[in-house]
């Protein structure tokens, strides 16, 4: 198939609509990664354009004082019967594009490509990170890829990622721990229930913690970040007539971004103490990722609060920002979409947020 044709200087709604039309599911993204390489080096003036495997990288160096990183993943989940895309008008909802990775996040992609195009007098220097494989496991995210084997591309002063947040900053992200809780007994047959050991019956006072659980909320930065445990998964049982003599249960921790992830553990121990301390069960970690501080109070990204006119809030949820507070760089997410439309069947995102972004954005990057 020949490589499509973008046009970044178009309206960035139509471009996001040309987006969604290139189907790119995870580990699919080589159709959307040529288009997006051809346009940033047939369209936009200035830019080092660099392709490393599905991911597309361009920057400039203009000699300006600042550094902004515009990153935006390129896959999408698995499409259910929503592409092409279709624009709708409705009396509830107004002009509203459909279509898979309108809102996750072909119209933040949208807004960062058209903006590249159309910067007449930046103020900062900027780099664009385009990449794939986020919608699946860690280990193939395009982005880790980059900071392992291109880090040189991931320096600057502030990132922008163009996760769905309905138009406003999301700062940070929370953190994510999820430890399985493992309770071991003494198999039998379950008419003779006295020669066994039941896992099951060892696993109740701590589904009782976790129901009696305060969550924390803390600020930081001015964004509330509210904590949560919860149990996710159970799985023990083996047959009908029998008592079991395995049982697990698996732990999601969400953290705000003031703890590590082993001080995340450290505080579901403490939780747990007294089933652990039984020596009943048993607990190890099975993922773990950090989160990232809001970072608000950086000049560069003091300037982005303002330029947003002041609507920030705190993100629950992790998103790859994480990956660049690691590195020092103050991180938010800022695209348009409402997240909880992300990867629906009926996904879709108002223009006027399209808009509403790349207006922020342009006066941000703007002098």
């Known amino acids: 198939m020949s490589t499509p044709s973008l046009n970044l200087s178009a309206d960035p709604i139509d471009l996001t609509a040309a ?43 203009r000699g300006l004082d600042s ?49 590249a195009a159309t910067l007449d007098d930046p103020a900062h220097d900027i ?16 982005l880790g890829a980059i900071e392992r084997e291109l880090p040189d591309w991931l320096v600057g002063d502030v990132a922008i990622l163009g996760e769905p947040t309905a138009g406003l900053i999301e700062a940070g992200c929370q953190g994510t721990l999820r430890v399985r809780f493992t309770a071991t007994g003494t198999r039998a047959h379950s008419a003779r229930a006295w ?41 023990g049982g083996v047959a009908g007539n029998v008592i079991p003599d395995e049982v697990y249960v698996d732990v999601n921790f969400r953290f705000a971004p003031d703890r590590s992830p082993e001080q995340a553990f450290t505080h579901v121990r403490e939780v747990f103490a007294d089933d652990l301390a039984s020596g009943a069960v048993t607990a190890e970690i099975t993922d773990s990722a950090a989160g990232a501080l809001p970072g608000l109070a950086h000049p560069a990204a003091a300037a982005l609060v303002e330029a947003a006119h002041g609507r920030f809030r705190a993100k629950y949820g992790w998103t790859d920002v994480s990956r660049f507070a690691a590195l020092g760089i103050p ?28 207006q922020t954005l342009r006066a941000y990057l703007s002098r």
């Open 331 to 358: 991180a938010v997410n800022l695209g348009p979409g409402d997240p909880s439309l992300a990867h629906r069947v009926d996904e879709r995102v108002p223009v006027e947020q399209i808009t509403t972004v790349t």
């Open 67 to 115: 550094r902004v990183i515009l990153a935006g993943h390129l896959d999408t989940v698995p499409i259910i019967d929503n592409v092409p895309s279709r624009r709708t008008v409705t009396d509830d909802e107004g002009d509203v594009l459909h279509g898979c990775g309108s809102v996750d996040m072909k119209s933040g992609d949208a807004v960062f490509l058209h903006l």
């Open 195 to 235: 020669m066994g050991d039941n896992a099951i019956h060892k696993i109740g006072g701590l589904l009782t913690t976790l129901a009696a659980y305060e969550p924390r909320r803390v600020d930081i930065d001015g964004c509330e970040y509210r904590e949560g445990l919860s149990a996710v998964a159970v799985h």
């Open 19 to 61: 987006l969604v039309d290139l189907p790119s599911v995870s580990r699919d993204e080589t159709l959307i990664a040529d288009a997006v390489e051809r346009a940033l080096r047939e369209q936009t003036a200035g830019f080092e354009v660099v392709r490393h495997g599905n991911c597309v990288l361009a920057r400039t160096d």
């Open 127 to 142: 780099t664009l990170i385009f990449y794939d494989c986020e919608e699946i496991a860690a280990e193939f995210n395009g």
